[in-house]
């Protein structure tokens, strides 16, 4: 404890779910279950990435829905998932990054490669461990692109600075 005037003014709380209940609440009264429908979304979009995620780095599908249920019943995405806060507002912007350097290395291309570099910099915003994480991530990208793709590393790795440095 300190003084509540000078701690709230020195407080500065991540902007992704506010956004995400904002435009909610465009759309339905403020109710419990309006503001909690941003959070239900992400999990079920975890989900959906993480199967994603699965099906490229596994050659059965079965694996891949098995990834998919075992996130959905994972105690801690289930019970943050419902609750109205931005623990889990991280997940989809690295799951989404994660698909997306798989697809670049898979492929040379360079608009996965931009697009994991803009969900990590907007991922960046979504949770406060994120102003770690994404740095971090960011690195290890670069590590993985010039270990499978020298050829291509220059420009993938560009493509992936320039997304991340947009945001």
Do not use: N
Not at 122 to 138: D, E, N, R
């Amino acid at each position: 404890g300190g003084d509540p005037k000078t701690d709230a003014a020195v407080r500065w709380y991540q902007p992704t779910l506010f956004y995400l209940i904002a435009i909610v609440l465009k759309f339905l009264p403020m109710t419990e279950t309006s503001i909690r429908i941003p959070t239900a979304i992400i999990a079920v979009l975890d989900a959906w990435l993480i199967y994603a995620i699965a099906r490229r780095l596994f050659p059965s599908s079965s694996y891949a829905i098995f990834c998919a249920a075992m996130l959905t019943l994972t105690p801690a995405h289930v019970i943050l998932s419902r609750q109205a806060t931005d623990y889990v507002c991280s997940l989809p912007f690295i799951l989404g990054w994660l698909w997306c350097v798989l697809v670049s290395l898979e492929t040379d291309s360079v608009w996965p490669a931009l697009t994991a570099g803009l969900l990590l910099g907007f991922g960046f915003y979504s949770y406060l461990a994120a102003w770690i994480v994404t740095p971090v991530y960011l690195i290890l990208t670069w590590i993985a692109q010039y270990r499978w793709k020298r050829g291509a590393f220059f420009r993938i790795s560009l493509a992936t600075s320039i997304g991340f440095a947009l945001p």
